[in-house]
């Protein structure tokens, strides 16, 4: 007779995961809440001045997760933002100092964190995590790690461009006209007038809400930006996100997405919507410093490829929104570094934008403010902006400018002779009065038609008023 051999029953014992998972649900039940019994976390094993590492999360955590670090008391002490992920530990990037981090204290996993923005954000300066900064109670909608990452409108699903407004700046008025949805660059070296220009275009008539993205910006200057230049009347319709340039690499990194998101919560409830971010460069920087603190190495001037990857997945997230939504008008400045036109950042975001506005040390120099290149310059959308007189005008304003600067060194030298070039003669008598009728300060009113001011100008040969 064969043996019969049988397996051995199953144990009636159910694993230790599903006893936890109803003990969860239950307590989840009882408690009306989403906490839960148990946590995953993992233990710091590793510091350096800018990350530290974690052992014990790599089997739950994804790149961008945020998590909590405790202290010796179980207090929470900081946060941080998962950047690289090995078999036996991750590596973060905190949004506080490296230095206050201990070995051996406790991490945990809250997932990617999200925004939930409101209608009562206007008005209110926070940080790059959606915290207060101006010292007021925590706006409406909380910091959560809830929300789906953001997507950016499929292409084929955007409404046209086509509306185009005036941003009151007579120079940007006329030679780089701008759109709804349109994307600017102002490239310029440091210290030739970028935040100023700024200003003035942030205080445009044209939008429903002003998003602001301060990153980098010397910590002096954000009140006097925000309280003298924007002034409270413009805040009341606008939304402040501030990571000044003490702050991590992790701050100054999230500050131009947290704007983002917000700005595009108010496109999608149909606002026209600005923003501005100062500086795209500086948050370049920060990209660099995470991910070479990360291992990833530089491929172009110290940039590592992971920036030339995330500059345009930010930038493409403006511009006109899906059909039936409002549109989000991106205006960045673009610091380059030496005067350098084609460094690697301004060379990038110079092909992702719709136009650039370059700004010319030389032309500050001369007391011409803002010190705007009109030669320089260009704004890719200014066809659908510009009436065909206009156009016309603007094509003969240019001629006649490269034809002033271009014969400069000879004038200067005596070399010219009024009556031998018409065309010339006529660029000797009027560009100087244009370059009159273009200069403009913050404090002096908007200009509501510029070409009507620019023939005033012409015609009576005094400033404008």
């Known amino acids: 007779m064969s043996e019969t051999v049988t397996e051995p029953a199953i144990s009636a014992v159910p694993p230790r995961e599903t006893v936890l998972t109803a003990l969860e649900e239950a307590y989840r039940r009882i408690a009306g809440d989403q906490r839960f019994l148990v946590r995953h976390g993992g233990r710091v094993s590793e510091v350096s001045p800018t990350h530290y590492s974690v052992r014990g999360l790599s089997d739950t955590a994804k790149l961008g997760d945020v998590v909590s670090r405790q202290d010796r008391r179980g207090g929470i002490a900081g946060a941080g933002e998962v950047v690289r992920i090995a078999q036996d530990s991750v590596l973060v990037a905190p949004f506080e100092a490296a230095g206050a981090v201990g070995l051996g ?16 954000w206007r008005g209110r300066v926070i940080d790059a995590l959606g915290r207060p900064a101006d010292g007021k109670p925590a706006p409406t909608g909380a910091p959560s790690t809830t929300s789906a990452a953001p997507v950016t409108p499929p292409a084929m699903q955007r409404h046209r461009v086509s509306e185009a407004f005036r941003t009151g700046v007579r120079v940007i008025d006329i030679f780089t006209p701008l759109c709804h ?5 102002v490239f310029a070296g440091s210290g030739v007038g ?22 980098g910006e010397r910590g002096r200057e954000v009140r006097e930006f925000l309280e003298d230049t924007i002034g409270p009347q413009g805040m009341t319709k606008s939304v402040a996100v501030v990571a000044t340039s003490d702050e991590s690499a ?20 149909g606002d026209k919507v600005l923003l501005i971010v100062d500086s795209i460069t500086r948050f370049a920087h920060a990209l660099r410093e995470v991910a070479i603190g990360a291992g990833e190495p530089p491929v172009a001037r110290g940039y590592p490829a992971s920036v030339f990857t995330e500059l345009p997945r930010l930038l493409e997230r403006a511009g006109p929104g899906e059909t039936g939504r409002g549109s989000i008008t991106a205006i960045l ?11 690697p950042v301004a060379d990038a975001v110079r092909g992702i934008l719709d136009g650039h506005v370059v700004l010319d040390r030389a032309i500050a120099e001369q007391g011409r403010f803002p010190p705007v290149n009109p030669l320089a310059s260009i704004s890719r959308l200014a066809e659908r902006a510009w009436k065909p007189d206009e156009k ?10 490269a034809r002033f600067e271009d014969t400069r060194d000879i004038r200067l030298l005596g070399a010219y002779q009024p009556g031998n070039d018409a065309d010339l003669d006529q660029a000797v008598r009027q560009i100087p009065l244009i370059y009159d009728a273009l200069t403009q300060s913050p404090n ?9 001011d620019l023939a005033m100008k012409l015609k009576a040969g005094e400033p404008v008023q």
Do not use: C
């Open 105 to 120: 204290e406790a991490v945990f996993n809250r997932g990617q964190l999200g925004l939930a923005p409101s209608p009562s």
């Open 250 to 269: 992790m701050m100054r990194r999230r500050a131009p997405d947290t704007a983002m998101s917000v700005a595009e919560y108010f496109r999608d409830r």
């Open 392 to 401: 016309r005008l603007v094509t003969r304003l240019r001629a006649m400018i």
């Open 444 to 452: 002096d009113p908007r200009s509501t038609d510029p070409f009507a």
């Open 181 to 185: 949805g349109q994307r600017l660059g």
């Open 333 to 343: 400045s673009v610091l380059v570094d030496g005067d350098d036109h084609n460094d």
């Open 194 to 215: 970028k935040s100023t220009l700024l200003s003035m275009l942030a205080n445009a008539d044209a939008f429903d809400t002003v998003v602001i993205a301060l990153v």
